[in-house]
């Protein structure tokens, strides 16, 4: 048998190591993993991709833990993907996550990976998706993406999750600054952690307050606001309901063809445009470019007409 066959049975089998092997080659862009991405896409689209993104540190990783532990006693396989910002102040909060993380990968059916942020737009993207659809491959029931939701990753998410989560917790500012971030465009649920804290309610209605003044959702979902105490797995199991909901919504309305072709779209986009971009800046052309600063900085020449003749 051929390596790439190899591996493609290890995933289409749940094996771990050769999962975990494959994930790698697909984070790296090895030469192998798009013919193994090409191999792997007829067995994707059974699992049900939820994101979970927010503020650091409000609660996405015990949440993460609750589900993984509620899917698990359930009999489901779960994947998660999360996604470490390349901070370094954030160092002890994913050492913390690492070891709670590593707790609930003892679980057997639980797959966890940890991915690297590259910094750079767009490569973040690719290779979360990407990475989802070899979780996917390898019949997951449920694939929870972690994300901070600070930048691009966020809207990434979107981009990918079947159920997006925002995560928010009752201080003052929070739900004002999610709104600003985007992340109210995105949410399908909202859950409002450490709501044993003060001023819990108060937050949970200014969030209710602010979708109620969203138009409606074209296919007519009702977002809902739940609180949870994370640390003490306090509503994980309506957590879950609700997460059943939106899936059987998606899937009784028939948007869930819709929402995964809007996803298809975008991913087709990104893949001809890095194509395009690796392809086109090879050796000459960049050299060309370095050539010609000098030229256009003294305004010899203008970069339009320079464009042009490099396209043509
Ligand atoms: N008081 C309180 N603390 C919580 C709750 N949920 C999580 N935490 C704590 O908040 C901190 C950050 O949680 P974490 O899951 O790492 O947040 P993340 O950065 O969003 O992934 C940790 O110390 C958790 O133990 C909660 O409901 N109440
Ligand atoms: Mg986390």
Redesign the pocket.
Known sequence: MKDIEILINGVLNSDKRVIAKTLTKVENETSDSEELLEELYKHTGKAHRIGIT????????????NLIKLLSSLGKKVGVIAVDPTSPFTGG?LL??RI?MQESGLLENVFIRSMATRGSLGGLCKNVVEASDVLDAAGMDFIII?T?GVGQSELDIAQTADTVIV?LVPESGDAVQAMKAGLMEIADIFVL?????EGADAVAATIKNIIHLKPATEDGWIINVLK?????N?GTEELFKEIEKHRNHLLDSGFIRKRRMLHLEKKVIDLVNNKLKVNFWDKEKTQLLTNRLESMIDRDENPYSFVKSLLS
Do not use: F, I
């Open positions: 927010g503020p650091p540190g409000a609660g996405k990783s015990t949440l993460t833990n909060a913390g996550d709670r972690e901070v995560v952690n450490k709501s044993e804290r949870t105490v994370g640390s003490k306090e």
